[in-house]
């Protein structure tokens, strides 16, 4: 059995047609049957039903399709281990909030970039809960995203704690002054972002309905329509302090219980760490001061696979 072959099984399983997976995999229908023939041929039986529409992945092949990243992870990780002498290199691909590199990480992303030239470092934004469905898939190496997290397979560490805070027009006095408006709207990032859960759950006790949420992938985006009186947000003080100082928005102070947030970097638990990870935690935790302190679960691991099964 050959990895090449489960890539390719994978892919014609996904598109339910050789061709098209022939196209992604820029090569020829010929040779993507001729791999799943081999892969029938190795495992002792029929992966798919071909049909005039494609193919139909079989009862058996559904049972071997999640073998097919993990199998591939393990794999790409022992390269990396054979080829890891110790001295920082290849890639890291990290995920962030747009909030934490924009107000965090630019400083330490700048400083490891020295240091570090030979690792090709990328980061790419995403909400919290995009970042742990790719960490935990081995498509990114580590993520920071916003606590608290439950999630079996990924290993967690504090990095350090923010305080969030709602973002107004000026011309709102006070958060219960939201509700004299005949249109309340919130201003967030895409779903998924544990910020602006917190921001619905916040309204909802103050009795204030909300039409739907305005949606942006941009923090300089949602800053001017909070400025401009569109509707209100809830992002780290940090990240809004600028804006307020220079009298563009207001902010208001947030009940405790909503207005502290853990940040952590999570990791796989079972992946191999390389020596660029190594250094990358390592200078995390040179710039907040101390060694980062592993976040406790909000339910133990047995237990959090067992809810997400359910």
Request: glycine fraction near 6%.
């Amino acid at each position: 059995m050959d990895v090449a072959d489960l890539k390719t099984f994978e892919a014609v399983a996904r598109h339910g047609s050789m061709n098209k997976a022939a196209a992604e995999l820029h090569t020829v229908q010929s040779n993507v049957t001729a791999r799943i023939r081999a892969l029938e041929d190795a495992l002792g039986t029929q992966l798919f039903e071909r049909h005039a529409r494609g193919v139909s992945v079989t009862a058996a092949g559904q049972r071997i399709l999640p073998f097919v990243p993990r199998i591939a992870r393990l794999i790409a990780e022992a390269r990396a281990a054979a080829r890891d002498d110790g001295v920082p290199g290849g890639t890291l691909a990290l995920g962030s909030l747009e909030t934490t590199t924009a107000w965090r990480l630019s400083p330490l992303l700048t400083e490891f970039a020295r240091a570090y030239p030979a690792v090709r470092l990328t980061v790419t934004a995403g909400s919290t809960a995009s970042l742990v469905r790719d960490v935990a898939a081995s498509q990114m190496d580590g993520a920071f995203v916003a606590g608290p997290v439950s999630h079996p397979d990924l290993h967690q560490e504090r990095v350090f704690t923010e305080e969030l805070v709602l973002a107004t027009s000026l011309a709102i006095p006070s958060p219960r002054a939201l509700a004299s408006l005949p249109d309340p709207r919130i201003v967030v990032f895409q779903s998924g972002c544990s910020y602006r859960q917190r921001l619905e759950s916040y309204l909802a006790s103050l009795g204030i309905v909300v039409a739907r949420p305005l949606e942006f992938g941009s923090l300089d985006a949602i800053v001017s329509c909070v400025s401009a009186g569109v509707g209100v947000t809830l992002l780290p003080r940090g990240v809004l302090a600028d804006a307020a100082a220079a009298g563009r928005i207001a902010l208001h102070r947030m009940p405790r219980e909503l207005a502290r947030v853990d940040t952590l970097f999570i990791r796989r638990e079972d992946a191999y760490v390389t020596s660029a990870m190594q250094a990358f935690l390592a200078m995390i935790r040179q710039f907040h001061g101390k060694p980062a302190a592993p976040a406790k679960p909000q339910v133990s691991p047995r237990k959090a696979a067992a809810l997400q099964g359910a």
